[in-house]
């Protein structure tokens, strides 16, 4: 399965108006760490049923600038981030991108 890929602000903006909530994983091209995140967060999209994007820095540094800006969320990459209501309820970065982290943020925020 092939994550939808988010490369500018208009993509955002719509991916919002569409979804309630939504994971997005800012993802490097060149780096290991980034590529075994993007694994974990591939195997969790293909089970779950909360939509899910991806954004390759390299390729949509303003888009990745403009989230960590508006959400006041620092910047990291790899990293996840869970999207409610146009707000940044969770995040991970690096190691901390795990499928069972992504499952264990979605039951709880589902049980919220």
């Known amino acids: ?37 993007k694994q974990q967060f591939e195997s969790f999209a293909q089970n779950s049923e909360c939509p899910s994007y991806i954004l390759h820095v390299q390729e949509a540094r303003p888009l990745s600038n403009d989230i960590a800006d508006t959400y006041e969320v620092k910047h990291e990459s790899p990293q996840a981030l869970l999207f409610d209501h146009n707000k940044i309820v969770w995040n ?17 925020k589902a049980a919220q």
């Open 92 to 108: 991970a970065s690096h190691w901390d991108v795990t499928e069972k982290a992504l499952n264990e943020v979605q039951q709880s």
């Open 1 to 37: 399965m092939s994550l939808q890929v988010l490369e500018n602000k208009s993509d955002l903006e719509k991916v919002i108006q569409e979804h309630e909530q939504f994971f997005l994983l800012k993802h490097s091209l060149t780096c290991p760490i980034s590529a075994e995140a």
